[in-house]
Structures are given as structure tokens and as C-alpha cells.
């Protein structure tokens, strides 16, 4: 309840995120500002976008930020859609990136949010009580297909929110050199079958040029303790 609070006053802080939240009822990922100001992106990858809570944050704090963002879930398309219509900075791909293109199944979770390509494991369950309720077929695309990278305006900040397809989304960039900040939920709990965690994708980025500059908003559940984390690497 204090965590919520302290969110709304934020919110209410930028006239920009709180007119989003009364006509659209997205509220902007607040807890990613501080990294924001680090980062000051002139472009911003946001995979895994959601309804845009991201890409709001970023629109807040630099209004000329050129955005891409990538959602599969048609529903969370429209949502973003509405909240940024009209506005020709901000470009939404209606695909899942991964290291592959072609069609897959996405599992769609109870709560919608911790939707991904891989199967939910127990872990995700025991730590936030989230299972499975279905899937949907997706398109999949390489984030090197999808943008010109180098026609953006630097720094490009890459930021994937995606339920353990992390390393899928990195192998499809192409050309490392391009992305000057990455910034990434990992976990050190496999919450989806199969996922990478935290040591494997943190040498992945180390392998590739990225040293890590900082951890924000850790989770700690009762089950594991320390969960989750968004870790931002630079270049």
C-alpha cells in the first residue's frame, strides 16, 4: 500500500503521466526514472512495452526520445495504441523479438503482464502466484530485422521486460555496437522453463562489450527472497 502511494505522488508530480492515468488508466513505471535520468536515451527499444508504462516514463522525462516498442498481446496493443496516438515519435511493432522469426505460441499468464513465449514454471507460481490461462499464436522477429538501428539518434537504450526470453532478444540484435545501454529484468529464480538467469545473461552482455553500472528494484518474495532485479549495463 505504502509502495502505491508513494507511486501516485510521483505520478502527480508530471502532468504528462497523470493525464494518462485519468483518461487511460496507465499508470508510468515510476520505479525507472532514476535509471532513465542515468541513461538519457535520445532512442529507446522498449521490448516487452505492455500498455506503454515504460515508454510514458520515457515520454516524461524526454519528450523528443525517438521510441520503438515491441508487445505481442494484442490486448496491451490497443492500450498502447490509444495512449500514444498521434503521436509519430513512438512506433509500435505488434511482434515478440527472439533470436528467430517465424510463428510460436505464446502462455499467457492470469496476470497478463507476466505473459511469455517460454512455459510458466512452479517457481513463478510460488513466488507471485501467477500460473498459465492459455496461449496465443505470435509472430517472432529479430530486433535486427525490425529497426534500423543505426538511423536512431544515440543513445539507444534497450530495455527488455520479457519473462526469461532476454537472451533470445539479445541474439537477435545483429550489430552490438549499435546499442549503447541495456537495461533488463533478470532473475536468479527459474519463475519459466528453461530461462536464462541472472550469471548466464550478465556474461552474454560482459562477452559483448556491456559492463554492469547498476541494480534497481530488486524483488524478494517469502518463498526465495531476492527474485528479481533490473539490471542497466553500459556500454
Do not use: C, W
Request: no cysteine; hydrophobic share 45%; net charge neutral.
Amino acid at each position: 500500500m505504502f509502495a502505491r502511494l508513494v507511486k501516485l505522488l510521483t505520478i502527480a508530480r508530471y502532468p504528462r503521466a497523470l493525464g494518462a492515468l485519468a483518461r487511460h488508466g496507465v499508470a508510468m513505471t515510476s520505479e525507472h526514472l532514476d535509471m532513465l535520468r542515468l541513461a538519457k536515451p535520445a532512442s529507446v527499444i522498449d521490448v516487452g512495452a505492455n500498455k506503454g508504462q515504460f515508454s510514458l516514463a520515457t515520454r516524461t522525462l524526454f519528450p523528443s526520445t525517438r521510441i520503438h516498442a515491441f508487445e505481442p498481446l494484442p490486448q496491451a496493443q490497443g492500450q498502447f495504441g490509444r495512449l500514444f496516438a498521434g503521436d509519430d515519435g513512438v512506433t509500435l511493432h505488434g511482434v515478440a523479438l527472439s533470436a528467430e522469426e517465424g510463428a510460436a505460441d505464446l502462455h499467457v499468464a492470469d496476470r497478463a503482464d507476466s505473459s511469455s513465449l517460454l512455459p510458466l514454471a512452479e517457481g513463478q507460481r510460488t513466488a507471485y502466484g501467477v500460473g498459465e490461462a492459455g496461449t496465443v499464436s505470435v509472430v517472432k522477429r529479430r530486433l535486427g530485422s525490425e529497426v534500423d538501428l543505426a538511423s536512431l539518434p544515440r543513445p539507444i537504450l534497450l530495455k527488455i521486460d520479457v519473462q526469461g526470453g532476454e537472451l533470445d532478444v539479445l541474439r537477435g540484435i545483429g550489430d552490438f555496437a549499435l546499442i549503447d545501454h541495456v537495461y533488463v529484468e533478470l532473475s536468479f529464480v527459474e519463475l519459466y522453463r528453461g530461462q536464462p538467469l541472472f550469471d548466464e545473461v550478465y556474461q552474454f552482455l560482459a562477452d559483448h562489450g556491456y559492463r554492469l553500472r547498476g541494480l534497481f528494484n530488486a524483488s524478494r518474495t517469502p518463498a526465495f527472497g531476492l527474485t528479481q532485479v533490473d539490471a542497466f549495463f553500459v556500454r
